[in-house]
């Protein structure tokens, strides 16, 4: 019903709201569709809802006084990179022809489409800083750096409000057509064509409980992926 549980939407959109006040929520027309087409009783349906409130009321009563470590979430995979040593550590920079060669793979958009004038100037200036190899500004350090990881067999997931341009407009990992619906994903082409995308940039909901849930899960699944989970804003990060 809005932005949090304090908020009042009928402020800002009272005719809008006027229309959700009068709706049936989702969970009760799907009950009456179950209900109507003999998929379930009401007793059946009422001893559900009875589970799923007690599970969350035990819950919500055990968060009082449950205690856990850290170490208790690692998974195996995670557990089998914990135990090397810090003198295994290798050398995380790259030759700066390698730099060079990825920089031009990244920061070349296809002539053919059509970008927003702008978004085509960012690139272009970023293909210079690269041949020149100064002035690199944050969004390509921050491509080089995926694309280097990409290369060396790593995947790399960025998540978060705004993350396929850049809550300000720095990284532009997606650059999107000016013609037709689609963008163009310049780190593809560091990336080997195959079923598993090896760069994932998708903007989320505004729900960060959730969302950085599902990618703490994701990163704990697959510790050979960089995994982040970007904030738009303080409050966000703070509420998450």
């Not at 135990?83 to 060079?100: K, L, S």
């Not at 200036?125 to 067999?153: K, M, P």
């Amino acid at each position: 019903m809005g932005h949090n549980e304090l908020d009042q939407p009928s402020f800002t959109q009272p005719l809008m709201y006027k229309q959700v006040a009068k709706m049936t929520p989702v969970a009760r027309l799907y009950e009456a569709e179950l209900l109507e087409n003999g998929h379930l009783s009401a007793e059946e349906i009422q001893e559900m809802k009875d589970i799923a409130k007690g599970l969350l009321e035990e819950a919500y009563a055990k968060s009082k006084t449950l205690t856990y470590r850290a170490e208790d979430w690692v998974t195996q995979e995670w557990a089998e990179i914990m135990e090397h040593d810090i003198a295994d550590a290798v050398d995380t920079g790259i030759a700066v022809d390698r730099v060079r060669d990825l920089g031009l793979l990244i920061t070349q958009l296809p002539q053919e489409a059509e970008f927003h004038r702008l978004v085509r100037k960012i690139f272009e200036t970023r293909n210079r800083c690269v041949q020149e190899g100064r002035d690199i500004d944050w969004g390509t350090a921050e491509a080089l750096a995926f694309g280097s990881l990409i290369q060396d067999g790593y995947k790399v997931r960025i998540s978060g409000q705004d993350v396929e341009r850049g809550t300000f407009s720095h990284r532009h990992a997606h650059v999107f057509y000016q013609d037709r619906d689609g963008c163009y994903i310049p780190l593809n082409n560091v990336a080997a064509a195959g079923p598993v995308r090896n760069f994932i940039a998708s903007n989320s909901h505004l729900s960060e409980f959730a969302v950085l849930g599902y990618e703490l899960g994701y990163a704990q699944a697959s510790p050979n992926s960089l995994n982040i989970w970007e904030a738009q804003f303080g409050d966000f990060a703070n509420g998450a």
